[in-house]
């Protein structure tokens, strides 16, 4: 069973950033599809960007251009690099792995953007 926990969340300015990261363990990471997803105060959970087994990535348009998502499977990680933060961007971000029947969440970590 795989287990995800995030880190690099906390409190920027508008315009500034910040680098969420999960470390993935108890799996084989090379085989997941990586993803972030982000949850604002009243609304639901939003898909915010993914990253293929071979490194092909997709973004949300309303990151696309400002949010990096990368990984490193010999570390077992995926790192979300978000730059020109928008108050917009407030949400707590999750980790996710999918590969076939398996989905996995990590626990959330808060990013505040004040403007």
């Known amino acids: 069973q795989g287990q995800l926990v995030e880190s690099g969340g906390g409190l920027v300015q508008a315009g500034g950033s910040l680098r969420l990261s999960c470390a993935a363990s108890g799996s084989i990471f090379s085989v997941y599809t990586m993803g972030w997803y982000r949850q604002a105060p009243g609304k639901q959970r939003e898909w915010v960007a993914a990253?293929?087994?071979?490194?092909?990535?997709n973004y949300a348009d309303s990151v696309k251009g400002r949010f990096t998502i990368s990984r490193d499977n010999a570390k077992s990680t995926v790192t979300l690099q978000m730059n020109s933060l928008e108050p917009e961007d407030t949400a707590v971000y999750y980790c996710?792995?999918?590969?076939?029947?398996?989905?996995?969440w990590g626990q959330g970590t808060q990013v505040t953007v004040s403007s």
């Open positions: 996710n792995a999918v590969f076939g029947k398996h989905n996995y």
């Open positions: 990253i293929t087994t071979i490194s092909t990535t």
